[in-house]
């Protein structure tokens, strides 16, 4: 199968990822909501004790004399200078809000988000036991290469090289398998890979081994 950006995966590999990270994603969603519904009560918290602090203060000031008051202060001043370890005398420091977990997977290549109907099924010809291009048999090594359906409810997209679509397809618009018309939407170009269709240069392959936790 191939994602909307053209980069070609097995179809086992891609779902088995596409589900671990949905589950990945749903959990980070939990954490991500309990982390606001914490800061949201400390924030109440906060609010309760500064009204509580300013209505005490209030009703001490309407008690205390000047000369009290002035005494109050001075000795509040003196204990932040040599106590200023206490932990009232702490400058509070808001905890950094995360941003949210997206809501779809990332493509493992893009990052735009991805879902299991974005794959597009890919039809692949093969000569020799290599993958060829569905018109000329030519055998696809490293050649830019596109695939194009314009048939509803076909079983996928078929491959061609970018010569052979450059020549008999985008003039025309017209699929040369099917004589279907073809719109822009019908035509995925595939991105290249060292060698991906066939065994010639260096073939770098990664293996996603999902984990969970």
């Known amino acids: 199968v191939a994602t909307p950006s053209g980069h070609i995966y097995s179809r086992e590999a891609i779902l088995e990822y596409l589900l671990t990270k949905t589950t990945e994603l ?3 969603k939990k954490r991500y909501n309990s982390f606001l519904a914490r800061q949201q009560g400390k924030t109440e918290e906060k609010c309760r004790k500064k009204e509580a602090a300013e209505l005490e203060s209030f009703e ?3 008690k205390a004399t000047t ?5 109050r202060a001075r000795e509040e001043n003196a204990l932040k200078g040599s106590s200023y370890w206490l932990a009232e005398f702490q400058p509070e420091a808001d905890e950094e809000i995360p ?3 997206p809501d779809r997977p990332p493509s493992p ?7 299991r109907k974005d794959l597009q099924p890919l039809v692949l010809e093969r000569k020799d036991g290599k993958v060829a291009c569905a018109v000329s048999q030519k055998t696809i090594v490293t050649q830019s290469v596109v ?3 314009a048939i509803k409810d076909a079983p996928g997209h078929v491959v061609l ?9 985008e003039p025309s618009m017209v699929c040369p398998i099917t004589g279907k018309k073809l719109k822009s939407k ?4 595939l991105q290249a890979g060292k060698s991906g269709f066939a065994s010639s240069g260096s073939v770098e392959a990664k293996i996603y081994r999902p984990t969970i936790t």
């Open 26 to 28: 749903k959990e980070a």
């Open 60 to 62: 001490d000031s309407q």
């Open 67 to 71: 000369s009290t008051k002035k005494k």
């Open 99 to 101: 941003p949210p977990p």
């Open 109 to 115: 290549f893009t990052g735009n988000p991805l879902r």
């Open 147 to 149: 695939a194009l359906c």
């Open 161 to 169: 090289e970018k010569e052979v679509y450059n020549k008999l397809v």
């Open 186 to 189: 019908h035509i995925l170009k």
